[in-house]
C-alpha cells in the first residue's frame, strides 16, 4: 500500500486514512478478490462518506458469506450423515451443496456491483452537466399515468423512487427486483425512509395460494411473505414507528367449530401460504414492540379480485353453480377493515386482534349447539346472499370441500375468528 509520505531516509508514513484503506484491503482478499481488483475497489476511499458506505457493504457481505457457511455445513454434515449409515444418498442436497461451494464468485461480483452502482450514482450527481440529476431527469421521462404498473429490474438501491417518492402519482404500482437480496433491502429501507412515516401498514403479500403449492414458487412465496416483511420490519424498528401486518386464518389448522381467538399460538397451517404468513407474523413480532397484527379473512372490495367479482361473472353464464358449503366463517369489507385500521394507529393498545365483519343479512347460516344463528356463514351461503342482491336467479348448489376438489392448496374448515378482543380494548367492530 503507498504510503501517504516518505521520509528522506526512506521511511515510510500512514495516515489514519492509510490505515482504514489497509482495513478493506484486508477484508476484500478475505473475501477472494484478487489484489488487482482490489485495487479499483479502493482507490480514492479516502472519502469518508464513502469509506463508510464500503464499510457497511463489507459487513452484509460478511454476514452473507456467514449464512452460506452455515448451509454448506449443514450439506456437508447430512450427506457425510447418510455416506456413513449406508443410506441412500440425496443427489438433489448434493447438487444443492456445489451450488453453495460456487457462491464465492457470485458474492465477490454482489458486491462490485453495489460497489459500482453507488460510485455510478455519485458521478452522476457529482460531475453530470444535467444539473438536474440523473434519477430526476429519469423520473421525469417515464410519464407515469395514476394507475400505473411498473416493474423496475435491476433496481439496486432503489434511489430512482426514493428520490422522486413525493413525485409518484395516485395509484402506481411499482416492484422492484434485483439480483441481490441485500440490496432489494436497502431498496426497502431507502424509499421508506425517505417517507419517514408515522406508521407503516403491511398489506401486500403473495396470496395466490394455490399458485404457492408450486415447487417452482415456494421459494419465491417465502421471500415475499417471510423475507419483505423482515426487510419492512428492519426500517419500522430503525425509524421506530408501529407496524400493521395484515395476516390471515390460514395460520391456524382449519379444524373443529371454535372461533380461534387472536393470542392462540397453536399454530398448524396447512398450506405454503399460510406457513408463509405465520412466518411474517413472527418477523413482525420478534422483531418490534410497536405492531398491530391483524388477521382477516375472505376479503372483498371495490378493487382487486375477490369472490363477489368471481362469483357475478360465473352468475351471469351459467344456471346453476356449485360452491362449498362446509368451509365456515365470514367476510372482511376493506372499507370496514380501513377505518379500523386507522382507529387503531391512533393508539398504543398494540398486539394480536382478529377482524372481520359481523352477521351477515344471510337466508342460511352457522348455528351452534343450541340451534341459535351465530352470524357465520360458509361459501354457498355467501353466494346466494350475493345472486339475491345482484337480483341473479341462478341455481346455487352446495357441495363438500372433497366434492368440490380442484384446490391444490388445502383450505381450512373452520375460518371462524374471534374479535372480543376489539370491544375489549374500546375499538368498534366491523358492521354487518
Known amino acids: 500500500m503507498k504510503p501517504a509520505v516518505r521520509t528522506k531516509g526512506g ?48 459487513k452484509r457481505l460478511a454476514e452473507e458469506r456467514l449464512e452460506e457457511m452455515k448451509n454448506v455445513i449443514a450439506a456437508i454434515d447430512s450427506t457425510s450423515q ?30 462490485k456491483n453495489a460497489t459500482n452502482i453507488s460510485a455510478r450514482i455519485r458521478l ?13 431527469w429519469l423520473f ?33 404500482t411499482v416492484v422492484l427486483s434485483d439480483i441481490s437480496e441485500r440490496m432489494l433491502a436497502d431498496a426497502v429501507d431507502k424509499v421508506i425512509t425517505e417517507v419517514n412515516p408515522d406508521v407503516i401498514i403491511h398489506c401486500a403479500a403473495w396470496t395466490a395460494v394455490d399458485m404457492a403449492e408450486d ?30 401486518y395484515l395476516s390471515t386464518d390460514y395460520v391456524f389448522d382449519g379444524q373443529g367449530t371454535k372461533p380461534w381467538e387472536p393470542d392462540f399460538k397453536g399454530y398448524k397451517p396447512l398450506n405454503v401460504y399460510g406457513e408463509t404468513k405465520l412466518g411474517g407474523e413472527k418477523a413482525v413480532s420478534d422483531t418490534l414492540d410497536k405492531y398491530f397484527i391483524v388477521r382477516i379473512a375472505w376479503v372483498f372490495g371495490i378493487n382487486g379480485h ?50 372481520t365483519n359481523s352477521e351477515l343479512p344471510v337466508a342460511e347460516g352457522d348455528h351452534d349447539a343450541n340451534g341459535t344463528k351465530t352470524g ?3 361459501w354457498y351461503d355467501f353466494t346466494k346472499e350475493i345472486y339475491r342482491q345482484a337480483g341473479y336467479d341462478t341455481k346455487v348448489t352446495p357441495v363438500t370441500t372433497a366434492e368440490y376438489g380442484l384446490s391444490k392448496a388445502v383450505r381450512p374448515f373452520n375460518s371462524r375468528l374471534d374479535k372480543s378482543k376489539l370491544v375489549d380494548n374500546g375499538f368498534k367492530p366491523l358492521p354487518v
Not at 94 to 109: A, D, E, V
Not at 124 to 136: A, I, L, T
Open 140 to 172: 421525469s421521462n417515464l410519464h407515469l399515468k395514476p394507475g400505473m404498473k411498473v416493474l423496475e429490474l435491476g433496481a439496486g438501491n432503489g434511489a430512482l423512487w426514493s428520490q422522486n417518492i413525493d413525485k409518484v402519482p395516485t395509484g402506481v
Open 124 to 136: 452522476h450527481r457529482d460531475y453530470s452537466v444535467n444539473k438536474e440529476g440523473w434519477f430526476p
Open 215 to 244: 415447487d417452482d414458487k415456494v421459494a419465491a412465496v417465502r421471500k415475499v411473505n417471510v423475507g419483505g416483511t423482515q426487510n419492512i420490519a428492519n426500517v419500522a424498528k430503525k425509524l421506530d414507528v408501529p407496524m400493521v
Open 306 to 355: 375477490n369472490l363477489i367479482k368471481t362469483m357475478l361473472k360465473v352468475g351471469a353464464n351459467h344456471d346453476e353453480v356449485k360452491v362449498v358449503d362446509d368451509q365456515i366463517g365470514t367476510p372482511t369489507y376493506t372499507f370496514d377493515l380501513a377505518r379500523l385500521l386507522v382507529d387503531m394507529i391512533e393508539t398504543d393498545k398494540y398486539g394480536y386482534y382478529h377482524a
Open 376 to 378: 357465520y356463514i360458509s
Open 11 to 58: 521511511a515510510r508514513r500512514y495516515t489514519d486514512q492509510d490505515f482504514a484503506k489497509l482495513q478493506q484491503i484486508l477484508l476484500l482478499k478475505y473475501l477472494g478478490f484478487s489484489l488487482s481488483d482490489i485495487r479499483e475497489m479502493t482507490i480514492g476511499s479516502g472519502d469518508a462518506q464513502f469509506l463508510l458506505n464500503s464499510l457497511q457493504i463489507q
Open 82 to 111: 447418510a455416506l456413513k449409515s449406508n443410506q441412500q444418498v440425496d443427489w438433489s442436497k448434493m447438487l444443492n451443496l456445489i451450488h453453495l461451494t460456487s457462491m464465492n464468485q457470485s458474492l465477490s461480483m454482489q458486491y
